[in-house]
C-alpha cells in the first residue's frame, strides 16, 4: 500500500490537506510529525478547508488550541487544531483533555504530536512531513489505518 504523496508547493500540501478531510471520521485524533517549518500548520489549514470551516486557521504554537466550527457532509462538526510544541510537561498535555475533546463528532490534528504520543491511550493516525532536497515535501500517512480507511488513503494519495 502506497501511503505517500509529494508535494511540490505550499499549495499542493493545503490540497493534500483539504483532500485528507474524506479520509477522516468522527473521533479521529491525527499527529502531524516533522520538523520546523515541513508544512504541517499549512496542511491544517487545508483540512480545515476540506471540513468546511470558513474562519482562518492560523498556527496554534501559542494557544496551543484552536476550535473550529465545520460545514461538511461527513459528520464532523468540530476541528480541534493543536500545537504541543512549548508545552512544558505531558501533564499540560492531559489538562488539554484532547482525548476527550474529540469525542463529540469532532477530530483533532495536532502539530509536533510525537512529543505527546505516550498521552493518547487510543490508536492514532499519523502524517509525517518530510521536507525533501528540492525543498518539496513528502507526506507519508500510518498509524492506525484499517480496511475501509486504506482504500480512502489510497485514493487520496492519488488525488
Ligand atoms: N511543499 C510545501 N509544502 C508546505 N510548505 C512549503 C512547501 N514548500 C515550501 N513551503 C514553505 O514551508 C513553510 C511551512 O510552514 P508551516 O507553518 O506549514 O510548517 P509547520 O510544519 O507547521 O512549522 P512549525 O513546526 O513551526 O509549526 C512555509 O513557509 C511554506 O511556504
Ligand atoms: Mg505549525
Not at 78 to 105: I, P
Not at 127 to 132: A, K, Q, R, S, T
Request: charged share 30%; with cysteine.
Amino acid at each position: 500500500m502506497t501511503t505517500s504523496r509529494r508535494c511540490a508547493t505550499d499549495a499542493d500540501t493545503q490540497k493534500a490537506g483539504a483532500s485528507f478531510a474524506r479520509v477522516l471520521r468522527s473521533g479521529d485524533i491525527v499527529l502531524l510529525t516533522g520538523p520546523l517549518g515541513a508544512g504541517k500548520t499549512t496542511f491544517a489549514k487545508g483540512v480545515a478547508k476540506g471540513l468546511g470551516v470558513t474562519e482562518r486557521v492560523t498556527s496554534p504554537t501559542f494557544t496551543m488550541v484552536r476550535e473550529h466550527r465545520c460545514d461538511n457532509d461527513l459528520g464532523i462538526k468540530t476541528l480541534q487544531h493543536c500545537d504541543v510544541y512549548r508545552v512544558e510537561s505531558l501533564d499540560e498535555v492531559l489538562d488539554l483533555a484532547l482525548g476527550e475533546l474529540v469525542e463529540e463528532s469532532a477530530v483533532a490534528l495536532i502539530e509536533w504530536g510525537e512529543l505527546a504520543e505516550s498521552v493518547f491511550g487510543r490508536d492514532v493516525l499519523r502524517v509525517n512531513f518530510e521536507i525533501d532536497e528540492e525543498d518539496t515535501r513528502t507526506l507519508l500517512v500510518g498509524g492506525e489505518i484499517d480496511e475501509a480507511r486504506r482504500a480512502l488513503v489510497e485514493r487520496w494519495v492519488d488525488q
